[in-house]
């Protein structure tokens, strides 16, 4: 699968990405370089725990780079905002967060939706089999 040119292609792109989902800056109080780095190599290893997803292969394929990015930004959104993911289920495309804003909940619901539509969209990993639980 090729890649598009909005898709990430790449850890600092996919943080300049991040940065204009969530409208955080390169600042301590908000989303720092170093943290947002972090933040990535953990979605990696949670996209290669449940799924089989290579490192490698994550910028080579436009869905799994779609579902780095929007997964990126909701560790980020409840990082920041100190929000606790408690499900996340790929079988009805929900997230659920305790202590969120409404306003909050919508966008870390569309972000979820985003996430597992990229993962849905790789022919890399079988989650599109709505039997499967990705916990992020």
Known sequence: MTTIDAAPGSDPETV???RAL????????ELPDARAHSLIDIVKLQLYNAAGVDEADIYD???LAQA??????IKAKC?????SVTSWSVADQSVDV???RSDDAVQLQQWA???MQGLQA???TSLGDPSNTLAL
Do not use: F, I, R
């Not at 969530?22 to 109080?29: A, E, N, R, V």
């Not at 990082?79 to 929000?83: A, K, T």
């Open 61 to 63: 394929d436009a869905g």
């Open 22 to 29: 969530t409208g955080y800056s390169d600042t301590q109080d």
């Open 98 to 100: 305790s202590g969120v």
């Open 16 to 18: 300049e990405l991040v």
């Open 68 to 73: 780095l990015l929007a997964g990126v930004a």
């Open 113 to 115: 939706e985003l996430h």
């Open 122 to 124: 790789s022919p890399k």
């Open 79 to 83: 990082q920041v905002e100190n929000y």
